[in-house]
């Protein structure tokens, strides 16, 4: 993948860059396993971040065995593979349900959670689907 992107000069505005990647990359990680948060537009994020402020750090990110196929299928194919789909709005509902169930008590915050996990559900689906894992 070519880097459309100017590197800036500014060493310690690279430094600024690769340590928001890094922010965005845990973030994104974590949206692996915590529903409501999202991986895929983190890691998009810390793509961009990092072709502004390292090449180390970008290729491998693009390369990495776990991480790099959410952003190749999504710059590449502006997909999501099916598996990922099924687990992902699964985990989703599972987990919006039992914090409902167990948690929630106020109907405003019950209704919050329910229309946050409609949108994810429906970004998700809106996506593409590849047999791609």
């Known amino acids: ?11 310690i505005l690279k430094y600024i860059l690769a340590f928001l990647g890094l922010i965005s990359l845990f973030l994104g990680v974590l949206g692996v396993f915590v ?5 895929t537009p983190f890691l998009l994020l ?3 971040l ?3 402020s390292s090449k180390r750090l970008y290729n491998w990110l693009i390369n990495n065995k776990y991480l790099g196929k959410y952003i190749s299928n999504y ?6 593979s099916v ?5 992902s709005i699964s985990f ?8 409902i169930y167990f948690f929630v008590e106020k109907l405003i915050f019950i209704i919050l959670l329910l229309i946050i996990a409609i949108a ?3 970004h998700i689906l809106s996506r593409k689907s590849t047999n791609k894992k």
Not at 1 to 11: A, C, D, G, I, V
Not at 75 to 80: C, E, M, V
Request: hydrophobic share 45%.
């Open 83 to 87: 598996k990922t789909k099924i687990s």
């Open 50 to 52: 990092f072709m502004k």
């Open 92 to 99: 989703l509902w599972i987990t919006i349900l039992l914090s």
């Open 75 to 80: 710059i590449h194919h502006k997909s999501i």
């Open 1 to 11: 993948m070519e880097h459309s992107l100017k590197q800036p000069n500014n060493q």
């Open 35 to 39: 529903p409501i948060l999202p991986t």
């Open 46 to 48: 810390s793509a961009a």
């Open 120 to 122: 994810v559900t429906w």
